[in-house]
């Protein structure tokens, strides 16, 4: 859509149209119940593909959430100077995943115990993170977190953090979907950061 749009812009009126058209997708996608989650768990195109095999779940947007800058490009959350975590947006609806699932899919694919970093990307930009909307998303957060502590599961303390949602920035175009677009590549980066056999390490075998 956005590439039809810049095809056009020339025309005046037609751009207008399809961005009042956009509008009624997007209040018709609100009417139905459409619900939005955000979470961190490092690579953003990894927590993309966790987040887009969950039934119910209808998009995920790659991006930037917990951070001081307003608009803030790849090239500086990376850099570690904007405060900013790599943040997904997963849109869902409620009829079809509850919060406590996506919740669930977070955090059998994150590793919780380790401060400022998942797997092989180091940084305050790569900690894990639960950022909630509302009391009871934050109640829901709150409950999974302190079930995890009770089960001992896990032999180290859970420093993900329980952060209330704050301005969500969508990355550059080319970070979304990666895994789609790029397979090769993206397959070559998850393996070589050991995503997968940390996961097993503190999960057990899938």
């Given at each position: ?34 619900a939005k989650a955000y979470f961190a768990g490092g690579c953003f195109w990894c927590m993309e593909e966790v987040f887009e ?153 899938p």
């Open positions: 859509m956005r590439f039809i749009i810049g095809r056009i812009g020339a025309f005046g009126v037609l751009p207008m149209v399809l961005a009042g058209l956009l509008v009624l997708q997007s209040q018709a996608a609100d009417s139905v119940g459409a095999k969950v039934p119910g779940v209808t998009a995920v947007v790659s991006g930037y959430m917990g951070g001081r800058v307003e608009n803030p490009s790849y090239e500086q959350v990376s850099a570690g100077g904007t405060g900013h975590a790599e943040s997904v947006e997963v849109v869902y609806d409620p009829a079809k995943a509850s919060y406590t699932t996506l919740l669930d899919a977070f955090w059998h694919n994150v590793d919780p115990v380790t401060p400022n970093a998942q797997f092989c990307d180091h940084g305050s930009q790569y900690r894990s993170v639960i950022f909630y909307q509302g009391e009871e998303q934050k109640r829901l957060a709150e409950e999974s977190k302190r079930a995890l502590e009770q089960s001992q599961r896990l032999t180290q303390p859970i420093v993900t953090e329980l952060t209330k949602a704050s301005q969500f920035y969508p990355a550059e175009e080319y970070h979304q979907d990666f895994y789609k677009k790029n397979p090769i590549r993206y397959k070559f980066y998850k393996f070589n950061c050991g995503r997968a056999q940390r996961l097993e390490e503190v999960w057990g075998a």
